[in-house]
């Protein structure tokens, strides 16, 4: 039963473009949601967050919107660039103590 | 300062042993949490300390895993009698208990043969 859901394995973009991740959730309990970035061979790092009372939170190039009623979150890197090819988790914090995380999207960014 | 560490990094086993998956959290750090990442799938949820104590075992595949933690600082994850469909990434990651965000170890790459 996956509560967290990345329906796109991978995105292409040209770099200086915007990306756009996506993500579903079926539980509207959760109390945070998070996205990760992951290198090969690595572990994943920490992007950004968003509370599950706020609609949009904004970091640098990188904002996360919400859309309680939909269910979902986007992630919006811009403008892209060749570093930000990696792999991106979304994850969902229940209860303040367990994450439920995505599959991943692979995002390239083409020079 | 030093971030989360995991050892060994690689782990080639054949089917039937044991292994011991250590992790070694952030000094300070109240949580440690352990997850599995197989081929092409996302992160999956195993367990969660808070201290030394484990509220929340509920994602241990089966009775073959289990985990401790002491003195509120290293964890090993033990998996008994392995399989081969326990080949994945196991990864550990702290944080300090106020906040959202976990910091991840590098993973240890379990290959069951």
């Given at each position: 039963d996956q509560q967290v859901?990345?329906?796109?394995?991978?995105?292409?973009?040209?770099?200086?473009?915007?990306?756009?991740?996506?993500?579903?959730?079926?539980?509207?309990?959760?109390?945070?949601?998070?996205?990760?970035?992951?290198?090969?061979?690595?572990?994943?790092?920490?992007?950004?967050?968003?509370?599950?009372?706020k609609d949009k939170n904004e970091d640098g190039r990188?904002?996360?919107?919400?859309?309680?009623?939909?269910?979902?979150?986007?992630?919006?890197?811009?403008?892209?660039?060749?570093?930000d090819s990696a792999v991106y988790f979304c994850a969902a914090l229940y209860?303040?103590?367990?994450?439920?995380?995505?599959s991943g999207t692979k995002l390239n960014v083409k020079p | 300062g030093a971030g989360v560490s995991q050892s060994p990094s690689n782990k080639v086993t054949e089917k039937g042993k044991d292994v011991e998956l250590r992790c070694d959290?952030?000094?300070?750090?109240?949580?440690?949490?352990?997850?599995?990442?197989s081929l092409g799938q996302g992160l999956e949820f195993l367990i969660y300390f808070q201290g030394n104590s484990a509220p929340d075992k509920s994602g241990l595949p089966s009775?073959?895993?289990?985990?401790e933690r002491t003195g509120g600082s290293v964890s090993t994850l033990?998996?008994?009698?392995?399989?081969?469909?326990?080949?994945?990434?196991?990864?550990?990651?702290s944080?300090?208990?106020?906040?959202?965000?976990?910091?991840?170890?590098p993973g240890?790459?379990?290959t069951v043969l």
């Open positions: 859901k990345q329906n796109s394995p991978s995105l292409s973009v040209q770099e200086g473009r915007i990306s756009i991740l996506n993500c579903d959730y079926t539980n509207s309990m959760f109390d945070y949601f998070l996205w990760y970035k992951k290198y090969p061979a690595e572990g994943p790092t920490f992007l950004i967050s968003i509370s599950s009372i990188f904002t996360v919107f919400l859309n309680k009623s939909a269910k979902h979150l986007s992630l919006h890197i811009v403008p892209s660039q060749p570093g209860n303040f103590n367990k994450f439920y995380f995505g | 959290p952030i000094s300070g750090h109240t949580a440690l949490y352990w997850y599995r990442q009775d073959r895993f289990s985990a033990t998996i008994q009698r392995t399989q081969q469909e326990d080949s994945a990434v196991y990864l550990c990651a944080s300090p208990g106020s906040g959202v965000e976990q910091f991840f170890g240890t790459r379990l």
